[in-house]
């Protein structure tokens, strides 16, 4: 799995238009430094399509702002507009079918001084999930994530399970943190902490974006702690290309 392809994968191991949409995904030179620097790009819309029946966690949206806001630099603000949209029965989504339903169902595009991305909350698993494991949530492109609902709501909230604030926040943050470019995929490391045995991540154990969250691990962490956020190391990479 290349970097530019899917950089972004959060997962649970069970035990347990513009005119025409000339600014589509395929286009786009969006690079993290346009979501973190206040140079080119003001504001950011997000534009967040769920599958109806699989909407977001409030809570997990308001945190999920929190953190841009604490990250990104855009003076004219952050905004998410949310959308349901009719279920399109399938069993699994793949990246391609997610892609197709960006173009389609997608309305908010990178324009003048307005960054643009997309959210998808998908009905269903991830193509590549198996019987014992579940991907969580997906970068897939340069301004779009996804996130597998049916999953989260799966392995959270229930008896001896992780809040699903706790769990949809993490997969919401773990995500836009690839799309800030960590680690080391767009942002350059300011010192060396990127895990070498899981490229994308980082070696501290602390930080959101440690491999361990795509593990059985991260569940149990999540029990008994706070959201996991960004180390020094993390933040200081993304400082250093024109975020907070």
């Known amino acids: 799995m290349s970097n530019m392809r899917i950089v972004g994968i959060l997962v649970l191991t069970l035990v347990l238009i513009s005119c025409k949409k000339k600014n589509i995904k395929e286009n786009e030179?969006?690079?993290?430094?346009d979501f973190l620097s206040g140079q080119t790009y003001k504001s950011l819309?997000?534009?967040l399509v769920f599958?109806?029946?699989f909407e977001p966690n409030s809570t997990a949206i308001a945190n999920l702002e929190v953190f841009l806001e604490q990250r990104l630099n855009k003076p004219e603000g952050i905004s998410i507009i949310q959308r349901g949209i009719t279920s399109p029965e399938e069993e699994t989504y793949s990246v391609q079918e997610i892609e197709a339903i960006e173009k389609d169902k997608r309305k908010n595009y990178t324009k003048k001084e307005e960054l643009a991305a997309f959210i998808f909350y998908a009905d269903a698993d991830y193509v590549e999930s198996g019987e014992d494991s579940k991907v969580l949530g997906i970068k897939y492109g340069p301004s779009s994530v996804a996130l597998f609902k049916s999953s989260i709501d799966q392995f959270s909230g229930g008896i001896g399970q992780v809040s699903e604030v706790k769990?949809?926040?993490t997969v919401l943050k773990h995500?836009?943190?690839h799309l800030m470019g960590l680690v080391n995929i767009g942002t350059d490391l300011v010192n060396t902490h990127e895990d070498?045995?899981?490229s994308g991540?980082?070696?501290n154990p602390d930080c959101l974006m440690y491999y361990a969250t795509e593990n059985s691990s991260f569940a149990e962490l999540l029990l008994g702690e706070d959201i996991p956020d960004l180390d020094e190391q993390c933040i200081q990479d993304l400082q250093a290309n024109g975020g907070k």
């Open 201 to 203: 991540h980082c070696d």
């Open 175 to 177: 995500e836009f943190g």
């Open 167 to 169: 769990l949809e926040t």
């Open 45 to 47: 819309t997000i534009d």
């Open 29 to 33: 030179t969006i690079v993290p430094f």
């Open 51 to 53: 599958v109806e029946g």
């Open 196 to 198: 070498s045995d899981h």
